[in-house]
């Protein structure tokens, strides 16, 4: 067992110390404090950082991947490759594939297939499932069992949030100790907070715990368990969603920040540039630099040591391109700002203290953007997820052996026009993206009402 | 006259909150049919709310806690919002400071008052057009039927001020309500429509709520006043009576403050300073595809003046006359096309020979070491600090930059700490952020931020015209001190000729980029040469004139 990095863990880790870093400075500042605090005093904004907590720690989890040998004895011919630590926590599921379709808590198929028994008759029937359902007893309820084996997870969630909750009052009881009596207490809607933690820790726990009995959201054509792809997909719409910004940032800032400090010629290249890029439609653009990247890997598969590489390479890719492509709208807010503030009064006074221009960038420009900067990234978060998943679907988007939530939906365009209509994948694949968009536009839209100067208090 | 001792407008006990915190509080006063009442007071006293809960325009945050208001016997707080509706525009008119804001941009302003006249009067057609091109002319609008078909854009900021005036006496209203209506107007468009506001006022019998802070243009206006102060309302008298007998201690400050200085500064002579020499500045006017230049617009057009040291040469001329562009010009903010500025540096020891050097000839390095000499201060207080920044980070910058004093970050502390305690301010402030200052106490760190690379010329830019008059003296009194310790020089740019005694000893009055007149203080308000300096010393409230030396 040795682990693999590929580019997009790098990247996605990398990530990870560059927001613990945001968090440090965040601290360091009384002012940022003082907004952050305001922005987790909604309910909204809290019960929302909390889902997209849960999304980022999957996204963490099926970023470290693992090269798994056989050497021949402890593991089975099945397990060799490149896992990632999820694959590897929900191995059962991977293994326990069935033949075809079947519904969420099904025992038997979801159609009818030709069968012969012992005496050569041909029936048609359900066949049973080869690992959904399979330990109950014959004319046992599936509900009461269900029910029944809702008990374990419970107990082990109330466990879990008991000890939390243990150790957040320690620390709200240290604070409140060496509180001055004169301060306010923050007043952050904690119980918001565990009443969504508990709700998507016992989601999870309760999924964990029937995947080990039940195709708890059914399986797909070729027999792969839906809730398995829905979990993996995650990492696919988070790294998307936040490399993409990632590498559209640095963009934005320093054409959208030069253009409109040192106008002149500088601003007009800039300008023509994202005005051509802008008025070439986006889907054209990258559907064209996907059908060349997919030419360049098809004619040199020795590139690639295995076919994970090679869809992670294209996912690197994706992200790219959409990243070259998206950075016009931050750019040209970024360059009306600039001109604004490089107007203001104590630009000028900097100037009359004889401060380069890339310390009035730094000590005064910079600073004033970051707020627009903040609300751009959250509020393109959502529509990068959503950008993977219409391009998946229209075939340029990521490889289709990359679990995605728009390959869930492009294979599911088929099934919808099956006759009885398989649902759960399509409905799976929705739920997971609408409930990370829609909490990615909520945090956004408070991001947006407490750092916009322009609110009145 | 009957009519004429008919109350208009009634306001009993009024008093709004928000959230409990009291905002106005009991306020009475009443006006009579045809009289001009003015509410005077500094930013934030509550008169402008006043005026909003008159046409019931309050925000939705604030509320009415007790009182009432009523307009020509009719309460206005029992009336449904329809019939509101009718009374706002009909009954009471409002204009604002602002005519930039207050008219829309799109559309012709002949066509927005005509909307007015169809809304409440159901007049349409040539009949509408006819009426407004009566009430332009009422106004005093020249052309008034080709003004019609004018954008807001192509009017000037006076003209665009009548047009609002003729807005709100399309209906007849019995009262008007003017909020600070000549505040962002030069002088000489302010004395205009102040005329014009008498006039209508004697013609129409109309009722004028004048809200303002400038007690010159409450002299020129008003038949009674009211002074307010944190929303309550501190005294109320005639004109006469108010203006000779004030009886509140605040009023008389107010009063005192208002009203300039007696003396005129002696004039010494010295050497000096800074000497601009036939200074041009033309910004090119581009156009068409390849933005080839077409034409310039001359914002400073041959311009002399000297600068002495530890005097003021005040710097006076209305709203595009050039006078920004100077001071720009000096600090190398905007190039100069061409002349000279000439700043003389002693030379060092006894025989030491003084040195002149023409920034204009600098390049951005070589200037550098001249920055700290130079320091400049800004008009608008809200502006001039970066507000990511503490207090100690925006003082420490220049010192940083320009390397001016001490590289030791305590001593710079300890610097920091002086500076803040010399302009008035406490030293704790300097780990505070500028939104929790007080537009004065930002003025004061500007000046502190100024002082704090110890430069020879200062250039204030209206440092005061965007405060308040009592902040206003502080703060000229803080410049005064400081230039009696430090033999400062100040290029003092305003368009306010009642602070120049206090302030200046030379003055050089500024038009369309050139110095059409130029003297000691006393030369040049007493015995204006030129036309202009005369029509704008005419044009300053007569309060201003009589005490003025």
Redesign the interface.
Request: cysteine-free; aromatic content about 12%.
């Given at each position: 067992m040795s682990f693999v990095w590929l580019w997009t863990d790098l990247m996605v880790w990398s990530l990870l110390f560059v927001i613990l870093a945001g968090i440090r400075s965040i601290k360091n500042s009384e002012?940022a404090r003082k907004q952050w605090r305001s922005i987790f005093e909604s309910r909204v904004a809290m019960a929302s950082m909390v889902i997209l907590t849960f999304y980022f720690v999957f996204a963490l989890l099926g970023s470290v991947h693992v090269q798994l040998t056989s050497n021949g004895e402890n593991t089975s011919e099945k397990r060799q490759g490149v896992y990632s630590v999820l694959d590897l926590s929900l191995i059962h599921l991977i293994e326990q594939t069935e033949r075809t379709y079947s519904a969420p808590f099904a025992t038997h198929e979801y159609s009818t297939s030709l069968n012969f028994d012992e005496n050569g008759q041909v029936s048609q029937s359900y066949l049973v499932l080869k690992h959904g359902g399979q330990h109950l007893t014959n004319g046992a309820s599936i509900w009461l069992d269900v029910l029944v084996k809702t008990g374990l997870p419970l107990l082990v969630t109330l466990g879990i949030m008991a000890l939390l909750l243990m150790v957040h009052a320690y620390f709200r009881f240290k604070a409140f100790a060496l509180r001055s009596i004169n301060d306010k207490a923050n007043k952050m809607p904690w119980k918001t907070a565990y009443i969504s933690f508990f709700s998507l820790l016992f989601l999870f726990i309760w999924f964990y715990y029937m995947s080990h009995f039940y195709h708890v959201l059914g399986t797909d054509k070729v027999g792969q368990d839906v809730l398995l792809q829905s979990i993996k997909s995650i990492r696919t719409g988070v790294l998307i969603g936040l490399l993409t910004t990632l590498v559209m940032l640095p963009l934005a800032l320093i054409l959208g920040i030069s253009a409109g400090y040192f106008k002149g010629w500088v601003d007009d290249v800039i300008q023509y540039l994202y005005t051509t890029l802008n008025s070439i439609p986006g889907v054209l653009l990258i559907a064209a630099a996907v059908l060349v990247m997919q030419v360049i890997i098809t004619n040199n598969s020795d590139w690639f040591g295995s076919t994970e590489e090679r869809a992670d390479l294209r996912l690197l890719f994706l992200i790219f391109i959409l990243g070259l492509t998206s950075w016009t709208g931050l750019c040209r807010l970024l360059r009306a700002e600039t001109l604004k503030i490089s107007q203001?009064?104590?630009v000028?006074?900097?100037?009359?203290?004889?401060?380069g221009p890339f310390?009035i960038i730094k000590?005064?420009i910079l600073?004033?953007l970051m707020h627009l900067v903040l609300i751009a990234l959250v509020l393109d978060f959502s529509g990068l997820v959503l950008a993977e998943a219409v391009l998946s679907y229209v075939g340029v988007g990521v490889d289709p052996t990359t679990a995605s939530w728009g390959n869930m939906i492009n294979q599911a365009r088929l099934e919808m026009a099956r006759e009885p209509m398989v649902w759960w994948s399509l409905f799976s694949a929705f739920v997971f993206m609408f409930t990370l968009v829609l909490a990615a536009n909520l945090f956004s839209d408070r991001v947006q009402t407490v750092l916009d100067?322009r609110r009145v208090n | 006259m009957a009519l004429a001792l008919s109350t208009v407008l009634n306001i009993k006990n009024l008093s709004i909150a928000v959230n409990d915190s009291p905002l106005i509080n009991d306020i009475s006063f009443s006006i009579e049919s045809g009289e001009i009442f003015a509410l005077v007071g500094e930013s934030g006293s509550g008169k402008s709310l006043t005026s909003l809960a008159i046409m019931r325009l309050l925000p939705e945050a604030l509320q009415v806690t007790a009182g009432e208001i009523s307009l020509n016997q009719t309460e206005l707080f029992a009336l449904p919002e329809y019939q509101m509706q009718k009374i706002r525009g009909r009954q009471v008119a409002m204009i604002f400071q602002e005519p930039m804001t207050s008219l829309n941009p799109v559309m012709k302003v002949g066509e927005q008052v005509a909307e007015v006249l169809r809304v409440h009067l159901k007049i349409r057609g040539k009949q509408a057009r006819q009426k407004v091109v009566s009430l332009f002319e009422e106004v005093g609008l020249p052309q008034a039927n080709d003004r019609y078909d004018w954008y807001p854009h192509q009017l000037s900021g006076g003209q665009m001020q009548r047009v609002m005036i003729a807005m709100a006496l399309a209906c007849e209203p019995d009262l008007l309500i003017a909020d600070e209506p000549t505040t962002a107007l030069d002088v000489t468009i302010q004395a205009q429509v102040l005329e014009l506001l008498k006039s209508i006022r004697d013609k129409r019998g109309l009722s004028i709520l004048f809200i303002t802070h400038d007690m010159g243009v409450v002299s020129e206006m008003a038949d009674r006043v009211a002074v307010m102060k944190q929303g309550e309302i501190v005294e109320q008298a005639d004109k006469d009576h108010f203006f000779s007998n004030p009886q509140h201690p605040y009023t008389q400050q107010l009063l005192a403050d208002a009203i300039p200085k007696q003396s005129f500064k002696p004039i010494i002579d010295t050497n000096a300073l800074l000497q601009i020499n036939d200074l041009k500045v033309h910004f090119p006017v581009k156009k068409g595809l390849f933005q080839r230049t077409v034409g310039y617009v001359k914002a400073v057009d041959g311009v002399t003046l000297t600068i002495k040291k530890g005097q003021t040469l005040a710097l006076v001329g209305e709203s595009g006359s050039g006078k920004s562009t100077i001071g720009q010009a000096i600090l190398k903010l905007v190039n100069s096309t061409s002349g000279s500025v000439d700043f003389s540096t002693p030379g060092v020891g006894e025989a030491g020979i003084e040195s002149i050097v023409d920034f204009t000839a600098l390049t951005e390095k070589q200037m550098k070491p001249f920055r700290k000499k130079v320091q400049v201060i800004f008009q608008d207080p809200f502006s001039a600090l970066n507000p990511r920044m503490t207090i100690s980070e925006i003082i420490r910058e220049g010192m940083d930059s320009l390397q001016v004093g001490s590289r030791d970050k305590k001593d710079q502390d300890a610097r920091i700490e002086e500076l803040l305690e010399q302009v008035g301010l406490l030293s704790e402030h300097k780990y505070r952020f500028p939104h929790e200052f007080s537009g004065g106490q930002r003025q004061r760190i500007g000046i502190a931020r100024a002082l704090a690379v110890e430069p020879e010329l200062i250039i204030c830019d209206e440092p005061t015209s965007a405060l308040d008059v009592t902040v206003r003296a502080q703060v000229l009194n803080l410049l005064e001190e400081l230039q009696q310790k430090y033999q400062l020089s100040f290029l003092f740019i305003t368009h306010d000729l009642s602070i120049i005694p206090a302030i200046a000893h030379e003055v050089a009055v500024m038009k369309e980029g050139r110095i059409v007149e130029q003297g000691s203080v006393e030369q040049v308000m007493r015995f204006p040469k030129h036309e202009y300096t005369q029509a704008l010393l005419n044009s300053a409230p007569k309060l201003l004139r009589q005490e003025m030396p």
């Open positions: 002012q203001v009064e104590y000028s006074a900097a100037k009359a203290f004889g401060l310390k000590n005064h600073p004033n100067p | -």
